[in-house]
Every structure is written in structure tokens, then in C-alpha cells.
């Protein structure tokens, strides 16, 4: 399927209104746009402002330089109770994975982005408070995205030779969900939220 075209069909709009597994839009009109980042559900398009504004110089510049690619989309996408029960709140993928697909049938369209550069994040509201009603941590939205656009997105940018080649393994997977939570943690500690232990994300303490 061209990388241009929505992912709708008249099958899908009937799941999506029989069984709610459609992400929140239905229309380009329904999605805001800064740049490269659009966003889709109540209180997205204030969160990537409110996560820019905070950033500190060097972060905003890296921001910036992803809002005026013309080869890029991060599409914010706000999804309830539908990430799975080990998230946190927050998951990122590319909009050509399956998973993504179920997880948001509607996807705004890319025209001149690679399907390796046509990003997915979702932040689950409800995975995030779970989490925090578990372990006492909580996990707002601009942590999500700290961890999904800098911990992930920005690293594969600069390093897209394992999604090119196909490389992406349990090794990789591991490697790269660990820097993740570094950025994360990293994140939270200038904001003086409580940090994950690595442990609870399955990885050694430092």
C-alpha cells in the first residue's frame, strides 16, 4: 500500500465503530500539525507544546530540526486501555508495523516520507495509571514522549542502519529500550519525578 494512502477502508471504519479499535481520528481534519509531529486525541497537540517549552536549548534545537523535516512524521496518537498490560503508558513503532495498524486503522497521510521514517506514538492514559497505582511512579505524557522520540525515534535517525538492514532483534530490542529508560530517567530526574529502576523493566541495576 503506497505509503501516501489511509489506511481506510469500509471494513474498517465498521470496526472501528463496532468495536472501537480505530485510533481518535477519522479525518486529516481531526489531526493538528507542527510541523512533522501531528497529533490525534484530546490534549496531544498542548502535550508536545508543553514537552517542547520545557526542553532544555539543546533539546529544543533537536525539536525544531525534527518539526521542519519534510522526510519525517511522528504522529501522536492518544489511545485508552489499548496498549498492552505491560506498558507503561507509552509505545512507539513505525506506522507500517501490524501492530500499529490495530492499534490506529486511521493514519494521516505522509506524501515524500520513507516508510522508515513514518512514526507512531501513543501515550494510554490508562496503562500510565495502572502502572502508577502498582509501583507509585508516575508516568505523564512528556515522559512518554522523552522516551519514545528521544530514546527511540532520535537514535534510529542517526542510526537507521538496523531498521534498512532488518536487524532488528531481541539483542537490539534490549539495547535500545535500556538507553530508552536512561533518557527517561535522565528526563525525570530534572524534573524531580521518581526514576524506573531498571530492575522492574527487567534489566540489571547500573
Known amino acids: 500500500m503506497a505509503i501516501e494512502q ?44 508543553r514537552w517542547r517549552d520545557q526542553a532544555t536549548p539543546e533539546e529544543r534545537a533537536v525539536i525544531d530540526e525534527l518539526m521542519a523535516r519534510k522526510d519525517l ?25 501490524s501492530e500499529s495498524g490495530r492499534l490506529c486503522i486511521w493514519h494521516p497521510k505522509a506524501q515524500g516520507v520513507p516508510p522508515g521514517r513514518d512514526w507512531e506514538v501513543f501515550y494510554d492514559p490508562e496503562r500510565a495509571k495502572e502502572y502508577e497505582e502498582k509501583y507509585g511512579i508516575p508516568t505523564p505524557v512528556e515522559v512518554v514522549l522523552q522516551h519514545e522520540i528521544f530514546g527511540h525515534i532520535v537514535l534510529l535517525l542517526k542510526k537507521p542502519q538496523p531498521l534498512q538492514e532488518g536487524k532488528i532483534d531481541k539483542k537490539f530490542l ?25 530492575e522492574l523493566e527487567g534489566f540489571s541495576p547500573p
Open 6 to 49: 489511509r489506511r481506510s477502508r469500509p471494513w474498517a471504519l465498521f470496526a472501528w465503530a463496532v468495536l472501537g479499535m480505530a485510533c481518535a481520528t477519522l479525518d486529516d481534519a481531526d489531526v493538528h500539525t507542527t510541523g512533522s509531529i501531528r497529533t490525534t486525541g484530546d490534549g496531544m497537540a498542548e502535550a508536545v507544546r
Open 73 to 97: 512524521q511522528i504522529h501522536v496518537v492518544l489511545v485508552v486501555g489499548r496498549l498492552s498490560k505491560a506498558s507503561r503508558g507509552g509505545e512507539s513503532m513505525l506506522a507500517s508495523n
Open 174 to 198: 534490549d539495547t535500545s529500550e535500556r538507553q530508552a529508560l536512561d533518557v527517561e530517567n535522565r528526563y525525570r530526574q530534572r524534573f524531580g519525578l521518581q526514576e524506573v529502576p531498571p
